[in-house]
């Protein structure tokens, strides 16, 4: 696993608490990295900001357009009639890695296109590059934009934060999603 949670959250925390966790790994191996993972993600968890959620929450509106199939509440009514079915994600238990690696990767076959530049330039995913995914005759639509690593991990705060595991959308949803009562949630008070 090249790209695990728990390793990128050691990273982030190297970040916030001065390289003291990779220090406390290299010096004390496993035990520390298990502690070190603990302290990770307690730190990650401080860091989400309400901008990180709504910088987040941007990326998937508007530069990733996950709308056009997911609906703007993730829920799966999409917002383009001539775009694919895209999943509901409000009700699919998903772990942030594979959300992570579905957003990077897209589901090869199924209308989930790729956001990352490089997805099937050099094997990063599912070690298959263009025409492996040829070849196959699996297809995949254009991304809308790519997203670097950054902006994913962004969306993954605010999916996390707003919308998987949260439900149909109802009014208060809709106001947990927006930050405010704004028009559309509105609409859903009965
Ligand atoms: C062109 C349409 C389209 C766009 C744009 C799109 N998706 Fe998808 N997405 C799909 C489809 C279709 C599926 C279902 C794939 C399948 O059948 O497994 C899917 C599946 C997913 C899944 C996996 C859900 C599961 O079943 O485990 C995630 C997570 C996801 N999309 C997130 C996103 C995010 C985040 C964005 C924006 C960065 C996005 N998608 C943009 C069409 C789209």
Redesign the pocket.
Known sequence: MPRSGTSQGIVRAGIVRGGLVRAGIARAGLAALAVAAAVASSSVAFAQSADDIAAGRQ??LQ????????GWA?DGR?M?SQ???????RE?P?DRE??IK??KC??P?????A?DRLAYSDGRCFGLKLSDLRARGLEM?????T?AANE?ER??DF?FAKV?GKGPIDHAACVDFWGSDVETCKELKK
């Open positions: 990326l998937f530069k990733g357009n996950c709308q056009a199939c997911h993730g999409k383009d775009m694919p079915d895209g999943a509901n994600l699919i998903l594979v959300l579905t957003v897209g589901r076959g199924t209308g989930m296109p956001f639509p254009d991304a809308p934009a997203l994913v969306l993954a999916l998987v």
